[in-house]
């Protein structure tokens, strides 16, 4: 299920707002403060965020700025100001798309679902090797002809790998990636979750040909398998 986030102060507008988009089979989350918004990012990870300008305390074009440091989740800007000078602030913060107070309904659901498509277009490539095959989009994966089950964690550090194919990526940036940026010193997790995946996809886990190590630095994905000399394997 599509999971959204919305980011606003005013109660009775959040509480009606997220009714009509659970009623549209969304699972919809809610922060009422910039603060709550952005732990709400790191630990669930939305697929697309909705959020007010005027937040109590850190507005939404600061939320913006945190967020985009270590995240590219589309965001949706809601302002009760229809200043063209806000949306250009906004876009120019970080935003993906702006949309003034009051609105119909149905045109945010509209940019919504644009939103949604632009994302699922962008980032869910099919990726085939000699050894198994991944749907990102889908979040089907198969190796020897099976079926493979992996966890919501193991796509979203499949996804960041694919998506820097043939780059190290470096453990830091995996984990604020994927964990959020509270994680980033719990290296641990990136050692243990890349070796369970390993066991899953890799025909030989003990000599990876797919998901290498560069010692010291972090990890990479490869489409065509190295030499077993030239791959590492921790």
Same mark, same amino acid.
């Given at each position: 299920?599509?999971?959204?986030?919305?980011? &606003?102060?005013?109660?009775?507008?959040? @509480?009606?707002?997220?009714?009509?988009?659970?009623?549209?089979?969304?699972?919809?989350?809610?922060?009422?403060?910039?603060? #709550?918004?952005?732990?709400?990012?790191?630990?669930?990870?939305?697929?697309?965020?909705?959020?007010?300008? +005027?937040?109590?305390?850190?507005? +939404?074009?600061?939320?913006?700025?945190?967020?985009?440091?270590?995240?590219?989740?589309?965001?949706?800007?809601?302002?009760? @100001?229809? %200043?063209?000078?806000?949306?250009? =602030?906004?876009?120019?913060?970080?935003? %993906? %798309?702006?949309?003034?107070?009051?609105?119909?309904?149905?045109?945010?659901?509209?940019?919504?679902?644009?939103?949604?498509?632009?994302?699922?277009?962008?980032?869910?490539?099919?990726?085939?090797?000699?050894?198994?095959?991944? &749907?990102?989009?889908?979040?089907?994966?198969?190796?020897?002809?099976?079926?493979?089950?992996? /966890?919501?964690?193991?796509? @979203?550090?499949?996804?960041?790998?694919?998506?820097?194919?043939?780059?190290?990526?470096?453990?830091?940036?995996?984990?604020?990636?994927?964990?959020?940026?509270?994680?980033?010193?719990?290296? %641990?997790?990136?050692?243990?979750?890349?070796? /369970?995946?390993?066991?899953?996809?890799?025909?030989?886990?003990? #000599?990876? @040909?797919?998901?290498? =190590?560069?010692?010291?630095? +972090?990890?990479?994905?490869?489409?065509?398998?190295?030499?077993?000399?030239?791959?590492?394997?921790?």
């Amino acid at each position: 299920m599509t999971r959204l986030l919305v980011v &606003d102060d005013e109660q009775p507008f959040l @509480r009606a707002l997220a009714i009509s988009l659970r009623a549209q089979d969304y699972e919809v989350l809610v922060a009422a403060t910039g603060e #709550h918004g952005l732990a709400l990012a790191a630990d669930e990870h939305p697929d697309l965020i909705v959020l007010d300008l +005027g937040l109590p305390s850190m507005d +939404g074009i600061e939320v913006l700025r945190q967020l985009r440091v270590w995240s590219a989740v589309p965001v949706l800007v809601l302002s009760a @100001r229809s %200043d063209v000078t806000d949306a250009i =602030t906004a876009l120019d913060a970080g935003a %993906d %798309d702006f949309l003034a107070k009051p609105f119909a309904i149905g045109e945010l659901l509209a940019r919504i679902r644009a939103q949604l498509r632009r994302t699922a277009t962008e980032r869910s490539p099919v990726v085939v090797t000699d050894a198994f095959q991944l &749907d990102l989009g889908a979040r089907v994966a198969t190796a020897a002809d099976h079926d493979v089950h992996l /966890t919501a964690t193991e796509w @979203r550090l499949l996804d960041v790998l694919v998506h820097q194919e043939g780059r190290v990526v470096p453990q830091t940036e995996l984990l604020r990636e994927v964990w959020g940026p509270r994680y980033v010193d719990e290296h %641990d997790y990136v050692r243990v979750f890349v070796a /369970t995946l390993r066991r899953k996809l890799e025909p030989d886990p003990s #000599h990876p @040909r797919y998901l290498l =190590t560069s010692r010291g630095l +972090g990890y990479r994905f490869v489409r065509v398998p190295e030499p077993l000399a030239a791959a590492t394997g921790t």
